[in-house]
Nanobody, 124 residues
């Protein structure tokens, strides 16, 4: 059973930066594609970014492209989300997710394992 624990959320002013971390345990981390999703109050959970198990491919939602960067350290069983130029509309609970799939997924149902989430609040 894979366990995922996010950290690094908080309150930041618009234009600021945060780096989220997601530590994995209970599985072979290097075999999992890792995704980040977010859910704002009253809204559906949205795809943010995904990184292939090897780290060789990354994909981003259009809304974060050029501002967010996903990366992973397989030696530390950790995936990161560097968030720059934050906007108030980035305010949400951010979740990391893991899946052993051939193609990195961009839908929530692609991922069987989820963390508990970390709150990111961007003030204007």
């Amino acid at each position: 059973q894979v366990q995922l624990v996010e950290s690094g959320g908080g309150l930041v002013q618009a234009g600021g930066s945060l780096r989220l971390s997601c530590a994995a345990s209970g599985g072979t981390f290097s075999r999992f594609n890792m995704g980040w999703f977010r859910q704002a109050p009253g809204k559906e959970r949205d795809f943010v970014a995904v990184i292939r198990w090897s780290g060789g491919s990354t994909y981003y939602a259009d809304s974060v492209k050029g501002r967010f960067t996903i990366s992973r350290d397989n030696g530390k069983n950790t995936v990161y989300l560097q968030m720059n130029s934050l906007k108030p509309e980035d305010t949400a609970v951010y979740y990391c997710a893991a899946a052993r799939t051939v193609v990195p997924g961009m839908k929530g149902y692609d991922y069987p394992y989820w963390g508990q989430g970390t709150q990111v609040t961007v003030s204007s």
